[in-house]
């Protein structure tokens, strides 16, 4: 069978929009970071596992409020709200959560359930110095590992998700300490990279020091 010219038309701008609808779900998807998008997943299946139907209305939004609205925290109701907003932001159909009363809802479950967060104590370096004289009496591959890291971690004030990204490349060794390359973190969605200066300390703290002894010890000379 011999395809017509207005048939391979049609069939090369199929192809085109596929693609362009291909490229778009691939950037919408890496607009929002995998850990928001998992959680995202999750509350939706909360929701689900609840009794609601997706698309969704106002009234089964707001019944979903108020079944949980004494058993959950209201910070995560909150944003399981914000995950059926954008489920339906995406799936094109009408967003049941932009009416006023939803709002308001929340605002009263967070006035009369809400407890402030628990804040942690903070780590000290007294406390710092504690820990890195004990690492340093065990001398394992390990403890002197734990040091570097604990180490870089506080003097660099890395978030977890960063400082398990650095390689050795990422690290600039000069006379007066390092500079490490950040390709990407949470307040720097767009990846543009961002650097971060570690003087040398002192002899009880050296983040510095600690990182050379252990990429000296494993012989870690790439990733």
Request: with cysteine; glycine share 6%.
């Amino acid at each position: 069978m011999t395809l017509n010219g207005g048939e391979l038309l049609s069939n090369e701008l199929s192809l085109q929009q596929h693609d362009i609808a291909m490229l778009s779900n691939r950037y919408q998807i890496a607009a929002t970071s995998d850990n928001t998008r998992r959680a995202y997943q999750s509350d939706i299946r909360h929701f689900e596992n609840w009794g609601g139907q997706l698309p969704a209305t106002t009234e089964s939004i707001l019944r979903y409020l108020h079944a949980f609205a004494e058993t959950l925290n209201p910070r995560t109701l909150s944003r399981h709200i914000t995950a059926l907003k954008q489920w339906h932001r995406y799936q094109n159909f009408p967003d049941p959560t932009q009416m006023p009363i939803i709002s308001k809802t929340l605002t009263g479950i967070s006035r009369v359930h809400g407890k402030p967060k628990n804040k942690a104590a903070p780590l000290l370096p007294e406390h710092l110095i504690k820990i890195t004289e004990y690492l340093s009496t065990q001398n394992t591959p390990a403890s002197i590992r734990d040091n570097a890291l604990l180490q870089m971690g506080f003097l660099g004030a890395f978030r977890r998700s960063e400082l398990v990204a650095i390689c050795v490349d990422h690290i600039n060794w000069q006379a007066d300490g390092i500079e490490i390359l950040i390709p990407k973190s949470k307040t720097d969605q767009q990846s543009t990279g961002q650097y971060c200066a570690i003087p040398n300390g002192n002899e009880k703290l050296c983040a510095v020091r600690s990182l050379k002894e252990w990429l000296d010890k494993a012989k870690i000379n790439d990733g």
